[in-house]
């Protein structure tokens, strides 16, 4: 079995693992909530790198989302950093950073490139992205172990070893959704180049230029449609 079909394997189990926290943090999901953020007519195969993993990581992939969902990490956390103080949302924007072929991410090279990006380690044993000065309004966007249960043993970190990363977000956020997507997406970027990573979308393909326009069109949208609460005259997160 090839790296990249490990790596599909193992980002199917976290794309269930972060539907079951986001389910832990509020409601069920609605019809079409978390849905992907559509393509643009065409596709983008001209500056994007597919991952094949043929039926195989395929199958994996639709079985483990099928999987009774679960939640992250312990479900009696000491800490409450990071933690949503409204249990709805009505969609999912998440991205990975994926070692390279033959590699793995290590434990406390992690905790040094999220410490380097801004992240704050907290709620559920993950990582998350807290408006500055406004830290009880909830994570912008928080980021996950692929790995079950999906937290990371900080008592143990030192032997933690994963395939990748997740970086998710839920919206509405505590800012506009726009402005959350413009703060994770170079948080990951700069986590991928502390950790000689890479970034990946959330189908598992190489993040471009044109996906990220298509994102960012996608949640000027959506902001349009949902107002952000509103965070005072400090625009600073």
């Known amino acids: ?39 643009e007519a065409g596709g983008e195969a001209s500056g994007r790198v597919e991952p094949t993993a043929g039926a195989e990581g395929d199958a994996a992939w639709e079985e483990n989302v099928e999987q009774e969902e679960l939640p992250l990490g312990n479900p009696a956390p000491q800490s409450t950093l990071g933690k949503r103080p409204v249990d709805q949302f009505d969609r999912i924007i998440s991205l990975y950073v994926a070692a390279k072929a033959g590699s793995k991410l290590r434990g406390p090279d992690i905790v040094v490139a999220a410490e380097k990006a801004g992240l704050t380690f907290g709620y559920m044993d993950v990582f998350h992205r807290l408006v500055d000065g406004r830290p009880e309004v909830g994570p912008i966007f928080s980021v996950a172990n692929i790995i079950k249960p999906g937290s990371f043993d900080m008592a143990r970190i030192g032997e933690v070893e994963t395939p990748a990363i997740a970086f998710f977000l839920t919206l509405p956020a505590p800012i506009p959704a726009l402005d959350a997507w413009e703060t994770m997406e170079p948080a990951a970027q700069r986590m991928a180049d502390l950790l000689d990573g890479v970034v990946l979308d959330e189908e598992r393909s190489a993040l471009g230029r044109q996906r990220i326009q298509h994102i960012r069109d996608e949640l000027r949208a959506y902001d349009r449609q949902n107002a952000a609460p509103p965070l005072g005259k400090s625009t600073r997160w």
């Open 1 to 39: 079995m090839s790296d990249m079909t490990l790596l599909r394997i193992g980002i199917a189990v976290a794309m269930s693992l972060l539907l079951g926290a986001i389910i832990f943090f509020g409601r069920s999901r609605k019809d079409g909530q978390g849905r992907r953020v559509p393509r």
